[in-house]
């Protein structure tokens, strides 16, 4: 077999990080709030990932691209997807899709996916990293990487493309760890709420009932037919908010005993078809039982593969069949 390696698998924290010359940038000044929220993002590194990397097929980014408003305060820039898209149409979202295979590195596909998308320039000095996050699971089975960087130049204009994206607008970081509408004179602030959430039932392993806790937030343009931010979008805006801001947001994320990030990832790595035809077209060694503890799934089911896994003739549909008919 390979070795369990392909295109944009670099080291992760080996990435050029520039330094931040915040008295040289074309910004406003800093609040201290401000202040040490970057500094907390650029100490940020992502826990250590015991899980195998999904090859680049199955790989995405997106940018979580902080600016400095004018009372000092970071906002995030945000899009609006294009109506004719296939997926996702219409919805707000970061910049980001899917790894080519000319990409670097997760860093790499964020940036030219921003440049693609927006225009935003992908000089470093202009726009320096300032960290990488855990991947982040998308319902399209895409292992979805959120990039944070930092734009010091406030003169730079968006160029829209307008085959994917329709606006683009922004919204208060903090606000993401708060439910209370940083749109006070908004009449959606009055009329509905700002922050929502629906909890989702889906079956984990060994037919384990699990709740995932999917969050809304209004974005104030509402009326204007912007949706609001929700989903997996919502969900990694909290994470960079809950890490910048180094305080949990004053609602419920996730329900107790709900399973970790890192959990439904093995669970989608072992019991999805698409990873693992991606993983074996790829010729890339997974530790299955690995994966599998980490999912939760029962030690003798663990047995039970490596017997099979040894059996001649078995494809990959017929294998995920079988483990999934035993669980």
Known sequence: MAPNHSPGTSNLLKYHRPKLRLKEAKIPTLSQ?????????????????????????????????LFVGRMGDLYVLLSRRSATLRTYAGDTSLPGGRMDEGDVNVEDTARREAFEEIG???DRRKVPLLCLFEPFLAGNDLIVTPVVVLILDNTLRPMLNAAEVTSLFSHPLVSFLSSVSPF???????????HTHVDHSSTGPNNAAWTIRMHRFLTGREAGGIKPVFGLTAAMLIRVATVGYARTPDFEVQLAGSPSLEQRIAWALYSRPTFRQA???HRIQVDWPLVKKIAGIREDSIERQAKYD?????????L????????
């Open 320 to 327: 995920w069949r079988h483990e999934r008919s035993k669980l």
């Open 184 to 194: 006070t004179s908004e009449p959606e602030s009055v009329e509905v709420k700002y």
């Open 33 to 65: 709030e401000s202040k040490q929220c970057l500094r907390n993002l650029v100490a940020y590194r992502p826990p250590k990932a015991r899980l195998p990397v999904p090859p680049t097929s199955r790989r995405a980014a997106v940018l979580v691209a």
């Open 120 to 122: 935003l320039p992908r």
């Open 279 to 281: 993983f074996e077209h």
């Open 310 to 318: 040894h059996s001649p003739g078995k494809g990959i549909w017929s």
